[in-house]
């Protein structure tokens, strides 16, 4: 199986373990092409607005078959050329990464992004609040924040406030303590092995090791304790990653609860709705793969704080 799958020993086995006899489609679908998917910026207009502007560009396009705002470019092009990019009309995203941000629900009150990083969730986050009341996108690259600053221009988003935050230790807790018990939705979309983008990044399933998976776990209990102390209550906490391995999700929401009690798990299928929550499948939590849904995998869970 690990050769027919083109996976490292170690990740076969998690493979095996996480999808059981669908286990080969799984990785070989993990092997095929992706497809470039953009979402509309929902502040300058609707998926049908952007369909017509691409057409006009000569673009072929189809909608996601999940993502209300989503679009598959049939046509391959360079997007970062486009005119439509360049009015800040669209942003390349996957559709499970679409989704996972359609769990936040924000509301145009104070809302948080815990690790932002360029921004993609962040500006699909500021559409959701119309732009307005606060939306923090917090990471502790330097860089990847100016991106952000550069996109959200583009974008025409103005209620972000972009900060960057130390790794760790008393100043990292300093940087936190304005907005603790004070945001009523917070996003930890933690680093992770992806394990869900393979198709994208096909030689990063040779560089992870079991140490690094390790590693990961550690980090994403760390961040997720860590930012929950922003949470107000009776706001949420959302947690994704792009991983397919249950250890980086399942596990890790199931340890954050036992340690937790004052936190609960909300359905994903309570915010996306009747029709999309069949379509995605049941279970209180948004599972994502390739071989199913046609995303790159992901992982979505809603965590309730009690009143």
Request: net charge neutral; with cysteine; hydrophobic share 40%.
């Amino acid at each position: 199986f690990p050769i027919a799958a083109s996976l490292p020993d170690f990740l076969a086995e998690r493979f095996l373990q996480t999808f059981g006899r669908d286990a080969a489609r799984a990785a070989e679908a993990m092997n095929e092409r992706a497809p470039l998917v953009a979402r509309a910026n929902l502040l300058k207009g609707d998926r049908d607005a952007l369909a017509q502007r691409l057409k006009a560009e000569t673009v072929d396009v189809k909608p996601t078959p999940l993502s209300p705002m989503g679009l598959v470019l049939e046509t391959r092009i360079n997007a970062f050329s486009l005119e439509s990019f360049r009015d800040g009309l669209l942003e390349l995203q996957d559709e499970g990464s679409q989704l996972l941000g359609m769990l936040v629900d924000a509301p145009p009150t104070r809302v948080v992004d815990a690790c932002a990083g360029a921004g993609g969730k962040t500006l699909q986050l500021a559409a959701q609040m119309k732009n307005r009341g606060d939306l923090h996108a917090l990471d502790i690259d330097e860089r990847r924040m100016e991106d952000l600053k550069k996109r959200a221009r583009r974008a025409g988003v103005h209620n972000v406030r972009a900060q960057l935050i130390p790794h760790e230790g008393p100043e990292a807790e300093g940087a936190l303590a304005p907005l603790k018990g004070k945001a009523d939705r917070v996003l930890v979309d933690a680093p992770c092995s992806g394990t869900g983008t393979l198709r994208r990044k096909p030689d990063a399933r040779y560089r992870l090791t079991p140490e690094d998976l390790e590693m990961h776990v550690g980090r994403q209990k760390a961040l997720l304790a860590r930012f929950a102390t922003l949470v107000k209550p009776g706001g949420r906490l959302i947690y994704g990653t792009c991983s397919v391995l249950r250890e980086e999700n399942e596990d890790v929401v199931e340890d954050f609860l036992a340690k937790h009690p004052d936190f609960t798990v909300k359905p994903v299928g309570e915010l996306l709705g009747a029709e999309l929550a069949e379509k995605v499948g049941p279970g209180p939590f948004l599972r994502l793969a390739p071989h199913t849904h046609g995303t790159d995998g992901f992982f979505g869970a809603v965590l309730v704080r009690a009143k």
